[in-house]
């Protein structure tokens, strides 16, 4: 009996699979099938989850605080301004970029904006710092602006509870801003005219103390001057002309002199001296001379030497001669005067200019200092006109301002709310609820530990799949009850599921499994039933069966078919209060059950001992088939021995909810040596889901064979 054991090797989960007579190798190829089923497998958890997302964010919809969101429409100019700055000069054409457009952007969602619209609209009235700090938070944040594609327009939008409220903050978000570069420059211009009327007081008393501070320089050393040069330096030109002109006319007087004393040394009466005959004395003393010498003549000629007149004529001529002699003296000596006049104003000019050229050096030395003040001057003076003609232009530029942008459109009175959006609300629900559900998928397939097809079931136990047994309702909705079904649906495929069991069993054991033992690993996976149905199928096929209900703990076979009130069972043949009358027992029936008696004790030695042995035995003469129902093995002890009574042992394996990890163990409780486990039944299989699973088990095409049992 224990040699069939041998047939299922402890490394069978490390083989090809068998399918009939064909080994077929695994293969890596993704299949597409096994992820539809997957899904088709799933569909239940990913549609909950995905409707839990489509419900709560509906009613987040419907219950969440509606937003209005009001749109202005407002274009930025290029037109050519004038537009004064305070620390540059005149700005020409501004020039539309793209960074310019973001700065407006900035502009509108500034704090300073929503300070200005807040004002405006008189939002800040009777609030106190914080309150207000609030409000304009608030607004800032609610503010919204963005540039339509690449024009120069700007949208700006503006976010409330109220339709009106935020149609009226958006327009005047939009008037503030239409004006914010005009008002800008009104108060740039304002406080550029400020603080260059205050500096340029201020440069003036500058340049005037460093020009005052030049001339008294000037004046202190001497630097005064008259046509960009100084005094001394117009004195020394002036005494150097004198110089060479007192030296021309002193070296002049001075040959003048020594001619005519030249002349009168060599015996001359002085007649040929230059300056006496260029004298108009000495020419009218001449003429009277020589009317004198005429008259004298005159008379010699007519009178002697003794006259009267001749005598008187010439005392006259002498007396003309001398004073023509005197005359030239008196020549000679201006000559000499002019000489000694001469030399000394040469001197006399030659001392000033030596005076003024040591002046010049002074001056000189005390150029260095002036070359500085004069300097400092001019700086002052050209930093003073420079902010005067600045603030002459401030003045000019004053009322030029222009406006930076233009309102297009009004904002208007939405009439639907932007937050929440409903629609696109819902459709992110359902792409969210989608993905959590197919995570929530793939998380609940991954921690499943149940086993659902005949390939699982041989991975995780390395043993025999023998067959799958349908749910009930799955394949014969109208019967309630599984025994029924059997009695009056042989032909169905619940009954024939049960056949199959059996001929899986014959062809591992080779027919020699007159005694199988039905057991699972944890209570409640359909062992009772599976071992009552197979029993009574046998019987239906004209063989004589004995269903023996071992689970002395529930006594499962005897409450599903109402057998607890016989007043002899299990229990007291074994305890030889009874006898069994085996022609009486069978007689002609083909299906004998050995209930339990409902009873406080459980005496297991009873059944795992010589008695249990025994009963077997003569069982075994009479029957071609002895059913046990045993207790599942974990939770029970004696499962195992009295397994090893049995030619085969089938395990019960509930579909998918039996944990392979439970599987495992209750497999090391059943030693090979022992217990003939000839493999799983996998039980109460929901033929309805089955096509979502595996390809290889025949339950896989009920749909496609299940009329053949109509």
């Known amino acids: 009996m224990n040699e069939s054991r041998q047939l299922v090797p402890e490394s069978a989960s490390r083989l090809p699979m068998r399918q009939g007579s064909a080994l077929v190798e695994r293969s890596d190829k ?91 609209l008189g939002l800040d009235r009777g609030l106190n710092e914080f309150e207000l700090r609030g409000v304009i938070d608030e607004m800032q944040s609610d503010v919204s602006a963005e540039r339509t ?8 939008g503006y976010s409330a509870s109220e339709p009106e409220a935020a149609a009226q903050i958006a327009n005047e978000f939009a008037r503030q801003f239409a004006n914010w570069e005009l008002n800008s420059d009104k108060v740039r211009n304002v406080e550029a005219r400020n603080v260059v009327r205050q500096r340029l007081g201020e440069l003036r008393g500058q340049a005037q103390a460093d020009t005052q501070a030049l001339q008294q320089y000037r004046i202190s050393n001497n630097l005064l001057s008259t046509s960009g040069a100084s005094l001394t330096e117009q004195e020394i030109s002036n005494y150097n002309q004198e110089v060479a002109r007192a030296r021309a006319e002193a070296a002049e007087d001075e040959a003048r002199l020594a001619t005519a004393l030249a002349q009168l040394r060599s015996g001359s009466s002085g007649d040929d001296v230059g300056e006496a005959l260029g004298s108009s004395v000495v020419s009218q003393l001449r003429v009277q001379e020589a009317q004198a010498a005429s008259e004298v003549a005159n008379l010699s000629s007519k009178y002697g030497p003794n006259h009267p007149l001749l005598i008187q004529a010439q005392s006259r001529l002498t007396e ?50 002036l070359s500085d003040l004069e300097r400092a001057a001019e700086a002052s003076q050209g930093i003073y006109e420079t902010y005067l003609n600045r603030y002459k232009e401030l003045l000019a530029a004053e009322g030029s301002e222009k406006p930076n942008a233009r309102i ?65 309702q799955s394949v014969e909705p109208r019967i309630r009850h599984a025994i029924t079904a059997v009695q009056d649906a042989p032909n169905s495929a619940f009954a024939e599921s049960f ?55 529930r006594a499962g076979i005897s409450r599903l078919l109402d057998m607890r009130r016989y007043e002899n069972g299990l229990v ?13 027992m069978v007689g002609d029936r083909s299906f004998c059950v050995l209930p339990l008696r409902p009873s406080e004790e459980h005496p297991e030695h009873l059944l795992t001992g010589e008695p249990f042995k025994r009963l077997l035995a003569e069982l075994r003469g009479t ?32 579909w998918r909810k039996t944990s392979r990890h439970a599987l495992r163990t209750a497999l090391k ?25 595996d390809h290889s088990d025949p339950s896989f095409y009920y749909k496609q064979y299940r009329e053949y049992y109509a």
Do not use: W
Not at 415 to 436: D, H, R, S, T, Y
Not at 572 to 583: P, R
């Open 572 to 584: 007291e043949y074994l305890e030889g209060k009874a006898t069994i009358d085996m022609a009486e």
């Open 669 to 693: 409780r059943l030693p090979a040596d022992q217990v003939n486990l000839v493999g799983m039944a996998l039980n109460q299989v929901d033929m309805r889901r089955r096509a979502y699973f």
């Open 499 to 553: 056949r199959a069991l059996d001929t899986a069993i014959g062809q591992i054991t080779h027919d020699g499994h007159q005694a199988i033992a039905i057991t699972s690993s944890l209570p409640d996976e359909g062992k009772t039933v599976i071992s009552c149905c197979l029993s009574y199928v046998l019987a239906q096929s004209g063989k004589r069966v004995m269903l023996i209900d071992c689970d002395l703990r």
């Open 320 to 369: 003309v001669r001398g004073q023509i002699q005197n005359e030239i003296g008196r020549v000679i000596s201006n000559l000499r005067a002019k000489r000694e006049v001469s030399a000394q104003r040469l001197a006399s000019l030659n001392g000033s200019l030596s005076g003024a050229r040591a002046q010049l050096s002074q001056n000189n030395a005390a150029m260095v200092g």
């Open 149 to 156: 594609g690449k024009s120069y327009a700007l949208a700006i």
């Open 623 to 654: 029957f071609d088939h002895i059913i046990l129902d045993l207790p599942p093995v974990l939770p029970i002890a004696s499962a195992p021995i009295i397994a090893s009574r049995a030619d085969a042992t089938v395990m019960a394996v509930h």
């Open 30 to 120: 993704l299949d597409l099938g096994e992820t539809m089923t997957f899904f088709r497998r799933q569909r239940t958890t990913i549609a909950a989850v995905t409707a839990l997302c489509v419900v709560a964010v509906g009613l987040y919809s419907v219950l969440a605080p509606k937003e209005y969101l009001a749109k202005a429409t407002v274009m930025l100019t290029n037109d050519e301004q004038q537009a004064l700055r305070a620390g540059g000069s005149v700005e020409t054409q501004k020039v539309l970029s793209s960074e310019l457009v973001d700065t407006q952007v900035e502009i509108i969602t500034s704090r300073s904006m929503a300070e200005q619209v807040a004002g405006s």
């Open 408 to 472: 297009l459109t009004m904002a208007e009175v939405p009439m639907l709310p932007e937050k929440p959006n409903i629609p696109l609300n819902m459709a992110l629900a359902l792409v969210i609820g989608l993905g959590l559900g197919v995570i929530a998928a793939f998380v609940r397939e991954a921690m499943f530990h149940g086993v659902s097809t005949p390939e699982e079931v041989e991975d995780a136990t390395g043993e025999h799949f023998l067959a799958s047994i349908p749910l009930l």
